[in-house]
């Protein structure tokens, strides 16, 4: 009886009011419309310099790399048009160290990966002379989804890392040309010709390869991280010096919100003290509070910060084990893992937490387990969902009866089952009627076709 009164109260701070999410969404135009006109608010609003959405009819072959989580991923495009490209590519984790170490080593590190992928897969580029006479003849888009000042399509310096990077001498530095020095240095005959955020990427891959009617707005990740990208008319974006000979003739502009620091000083933001310790052990407190709250890398570990306390207060678990007082023990995995098992005796989710916190559990600990995993799972839906609605009325997105059409990726969205339900129930709630003509779709590999359409109109 404990245990399920204090889950039900627990459940309870983690429900978002309907007058919540308005506030949420009324909020974040706030900040947009702020973010557009000054590059010193917190959630940035990045001018992505990508003027033009694709429809589909675009070719050409690219080289597309993307750091932005736990992998790097080089990628060779190919695009036939049509909307249909051929894509091939290599994953390799980055490790702990190159992610806190220097930037030379990480930098280095990654056109190493490009070389040893283009030896594999590009070997007929590889070879000629031109290449390795240090020509750039192959375009490369370079994804990297962290929070950069971008002041071309291929230029931008970071401002902050994000999702537990902390190679510090990278800060204030082009990111751009750390990647082109390190390729020239191998030869490669390769040119950094555009810089993406992932959501850009998933935007431009969603326009690129959508069969449906309605425009493509609107890109966005809940992953490891969280983030959208939309289309705004450049007019708005007020920080450019928009009398410039680089944007005449030209109507609209792809903005990167950055909307992981949405309302980092939490105005409308729900805070429970699980949201507080979580902030506390990150290497950035106070920063990325929305993303805190929303996606995957986050996720678990609010997760364990519950079931660690109701341990401790004795109603839980029979006592802690190794794993769960190690702090990130548990990733996104766990929940969509809790959240899929729907046996009348949650088999799966007894073994589950056998492997992963090393714990036996009676029924009713499972029982309260997946209702704090939904809790937690369905605040971070219904966050996002506020701020989707909050982006579509910003660009008055439905207004004249009009559909709009947005791509999605990461892994949250990909694998967290009713994820995408729980998103459409919350923009209803903000939109009402309106949300009927919303279209969210997948984005099939933003990061690398995305990537390649950014080089392409670059
Ligand atoms: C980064 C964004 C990125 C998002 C999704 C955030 O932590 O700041 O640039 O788009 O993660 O990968």
Not at 319 to 340: H, I, K, M, R, Y
Not at 385 to 408: E, F, M, P, W, Y
Request: with cysteine; aromatic share 6%; charged share 20%.
């Amino acid at each position: 009886m404990a245990l399920e009164r204090e889950v039900a109260a627990i459940s309870s701070q983690f429900a978002v009011s309907d007058a919540e999410l308005l506030a949420i969404a009324k909020e974040y135009i706030r900040l947009a419309e702020l973010g557009l006109g000054t590059d010193s608010m917190p959630m940035t609003m990045i001018p992505s310099f990508v003027t033009d959405v694709p429809n589909g009819s675009e070719r050409g072959t690219f080289l597309a790399v993307d750091l932005g989580g736990t992998n790097f991923r080089v990628c060779s495009v190919t695009l036939l048009g049509n909307g249909e490209y051929k894509l091939e590519q290599k994953s390799t984790a980055v490790s702990k160290n190159l992610m806190t170490g220097s930037s030379k080593d990480l930098f280095s590190f990654l056109a190493k990966q490009v070389e040893t992928f283009m030896k594999l897969h590009l070997n007929d580029h590889f070879n000629e002379e031109s290449s390795t006479n240090g020509e750039h003849i192959l375009k490369l888009g370079f994804t990297f989804s962290f929070p950069v000042n971008q002041t071309a399509v291929n230029r931008g310096t970071l401002i902050r890392w994000t999702k537990g990077f902390d190679v510090v001498d990278a800060i204030g530095q082009d990111v751009c040309l750390l990647l082109q020095k390190e390729l020239d240095a191998l030869k490669l005959g390769v040119h950094v010709a555009a810089l993406v955020n992932d959501t850009v990427g998933t935007l431009m891959s969603r326009a690129y390869a959508s069969s449906s009617e309605a425009l493509t707005k609107v890109g966005l990740i809940v992953g490891t991280g969280t983030n959208g990208a939309y289309v705004e008319d450049l007019a708005k974006v007020t920080k450019l010096d928009l009398s410039s000979a680089a944007f005449s003739n030209k109507h609209l502009m792809i903005v990167n919100t950055e909307w992981g620091a949405f309302d980092n000083a939490l105005r409308v933001l729900p805070v429970t003290q699980y949201d507080r310790l979580v902030d506390g052990i990150t290497p950035n407190p106070g920063f990325q509070m929305f993303e805190k709250r929303v996606s995957g890398m986050f996720l678990g570990e609010i997760v364990r910060q519950i079931l660690l306390d109701l341990c401790t207060r004795k109603v839980l678990f029979a006592g802690p084990s190794a794993e769960l007082t190690t702090e990130w023990q548990l990733d996104t995995s766990f929940l969509s893992e809790v959240e899929n098992d729907e046996s009348e005796d949650f088999d799966g989710i007894c073994k589950l937490v056998e492997k992963s916190l090393a714990l036996h559990t009676s029924h009713a600990e499972r029982c309260a387990i997946k209702k704090i995993v939904e809790a937690v799972g369905k605040r971070s839906a219904y966050l996002a969902g506020a701020i989707i609605a909050g982006t579509l009325q910003h660009i008055g997105a439905c207004s004249n009866r009009s559909s709009v059409d947005l791509g999605v990726d990461g892994s949250v969205y990909a694998h967290y089952p009713n994820y995408s339900k729980l998103l459409k129930e919350s923009i209803k709630i903000i939109l009402g009627d309106d949300e009927a003509r919303v279209i969210i779709g997948r984005a099939e590999d933003g990061s690398g076709v995305g990537a390649a359409l950014c080089a392409l109109v670059a």
